[in-house]
């Protein structure tokens, strides 16, 4: 993005200068343009180039070569340049939309641990996850990030899933129970061994698909790419026609007088419009949806989002939080505080959501000598 910048910079400063100055020499003024014209459309010129070898032809790069590399034949050298300036802001304001949104997604996520606890004889040991080997064993206390997947060896504990998987309900652990880093343990100590060095391990393949998978903008899903399709090759064919019929049936014509006039169709014809709005509404569409925190991975997802006719939800965790309060108590043949009172010790021992509710509401200290055959 930054090297796009770059560029249109520079080649928007070369085009002024070669626009506002009053050059004696016509040559160095057109030197200018066809400087600023490399440096500002030279990599849509080559994508056209490389796209015809591939057998696709008719798009929106080679759309704009055409036209903008036509303009240049009949001395239009500023509104060639402008073009493919314009297209170029569109490309970066498109670009910016999809960074922000995955920088957004990531630290959404927050999922990736700080630090291992190595277990070296008696001792713990706090290392990077990057430094743990497979075989290694770890200790995950109470509130910490699983670092590392692994498999529980020692200890039993609840812990909170909803990053991975959106699951807001804990799932509980034990001896010989798989975990996954990322996760988050949440009351008990235990003791893993290490399954997965940290490269291969979940959290790391969560964090680079996130990362990367909406760098790569789709172009066959962009609207202005399925126009061109259509588009050029009727454009296209209408310009040689224009240049070659009517010389050949109208007495008095020339063609280089046509052939000039094909051109000028060509970069009339030329939407410029749909090369700058098209990027723009998927940077104001991506904008609007994370002021609103709905995150949208790039313009491709977004495209897609507007042909949805079903959508189906995981509820808790994405409509809901999964995070209960007692709103009212009906007892029957007890008052409400003994109802409560009863219900938050008989709940004493569990982790459920619905059970921390009863244990918030009854808010007094629980005496666990009143319990026994826990099951």
Known sequence: MTKRLW?????????????LLSLNNEWLQIALFIISYIIVGGDVVKRAVKNIFKGQVFDENFL?????????FIGKYPESVAVML??????LFQSYAVGKSRKSIASLMDIRPDYANVKKGDELVKVDPDEVQIGDIIVIKAGEKIPLDGKVIEGSSMIDTSALTGESV???VE?????????????????AEVTKEFGESTVSKILDLVENASSKKSNSEQ????FARYYTPVVVIIAVFLAI?????IDGATFSDWIYRALAFLVVSCPCALVISIPLSFFGGIGGASKKGVLVKGSNYLEALAETEIVVFDKTGTLTKGVFNVQE?????VSKEELLELTAHAESYSNHPISLSLKRAYSKEIDNGRISDVE
């Open 245 to 249: 019929i009517p010389p050949l049936v």
């Open 7 to 19: 560029r249109i910079i520079i080649g928007a400063a070369v085009l002024a200068t070669a626009v």
């Open 329 to 333: 108590i009906h007892p029957e043949g």
């Open 170 to 172: 804990p799932r509980e």
């Open 175 to 191: 001896v010989g129970s798989d975990i996954l880093s990322g996760c988050i343990n949440i009351n008990g100590v235990i003791t």
């Open 86 to 91: 314009f297209y170029q802001v569109g490309e």
């Open 223 to 226: 609207f202005i790419t399925k």
């Open 64 to 72: 704009l070569s055409i036209a903008t590399i036509g303009a240049f």
